[in-house]
């Protein structure tokens, strides 16, 4: 499998052993929950912070948008839980992942919930934390570098710049249960800030549509984003009036990121064949 070299503890970050130590949580006892950022999928965006939790955790409840290279990251006798979801189809409820979380750390175990991207950014991070500190279990959020932050580094384009874009917002393209957006489209319609939406595929059609309506032109530049970060990265620019018709011709794999303003047409390579994207890079397991 593809991915950058890494390589275990303190040797992958350039510190001491003892810089990533810290005493387990004594098994007896209550355990804790750390609701951990992966970031986009580059091993080398997670924290240090996070690294060293990954570490020691005793389990890691992961999502599916957490990528092999970051797993790569996890000790091999740690145990791993996937509760992922794709549009349509969550075979662990939401629910069920709250209360899994709360039953493994009552049992005294130091849990990573480890989630692509930052836990806070259309993460269900904030339902997750007020499951586990509800049940009076010690929880902290560790932040990751998310979508928007890893697409613009990876294609080498600031998500603000003096004279084109003085704001960012994030926003979801996509609704629970699929209802309709419900979007503020005159506060988004802006073209002096940068809009990343999350989860649009679906509704990129409507979501351009609206924007146009609302005052936005027509022909911002519209870049669309899927595995940021990643070697299966793939990326298509569009303007905002095209965006949609161009996804259809050439489909991303979900969960697509658009990037909405004057600075997505300072990206690089955005024709980039994907089949030799960063070439040395390869991947070596943990463990």
Request: charged residues 20%; neutral net charge; contains cysteine.
């Amino acid at each position: 499998m593809a991915g950058k070299t890494v390589t275990n503890g303190a040797a992958r970050c350039g510190l001491n052993g003892a810089a990533l130590d810290r005493p387990q949580q004594g098994k007896t006892g209550m355990g804790r929950v750390d609701l951990i950022g992966a970031g986009p999928g580059d091993p080398e965006l997670l924290t240090l912070r996070a690294l060293r939790l990954l570490q020691q955790a005793d389990v890691v409840v992961h999502d599916r948008l957490v990528s092999a290279e970051v797993m790569a990251c996890v000790p091999a006798h740690v145990r791993r839980i996937p509760v992922g979801k794709a549009a349509g189809f969550h075979p662990v409820p939401q629910e069920q992942i709250n209360a899994l979380l709360v039953e493994l750390a009552r049992s005294g175990l130091t849990v990573a919930r480890l989630k692509g991207g930052d836990p806070t950014i259309f993460g269900r991070g904030g339902e997750e934390f007020e499951a586990v500190t509800h049940a009076g279990i010690p929880c902290d959020y560790i932040p990751g570098i998310t979508a928007a932050q890893g697409a613009a580094a990876s294609a080498r384009f600031p998500l603000t710049h003096r004279g084109l874009a003085t704001g960012l917002r994030h926003v979801t393209g996509h609704r629970a249960r699929d209802a309709a957006l419900d979007l503020d489209w005159a506060s988004l319609a802006d073209p002096q800030t940068t809009l990343a939406v999350y989860m649009g595929a679906a509704n990129v059609a409507e979501i351009a549509r609206e924007l146009i309506r609302h005052g936005m032109p027509s022909d911002l530049p519209v870049l669309a984003v899927s595995q940021a970060s990643t070697p299966q990265e793939k990326r298509l620019l569009a303007t905002l009036k095209d965006i949609a018709a161009a996804l259809a011709r050439k489909p991303l794999p979900t969960p697509v990121l658009f990037i909405i303003g004057h600075v997505a047409a300072m990206a690089d390579d955005c024709d980039l064949p994907h089949e030799s994207y960063r070439p040395e890079w390869r991947l070596v397991a943990h463990g």
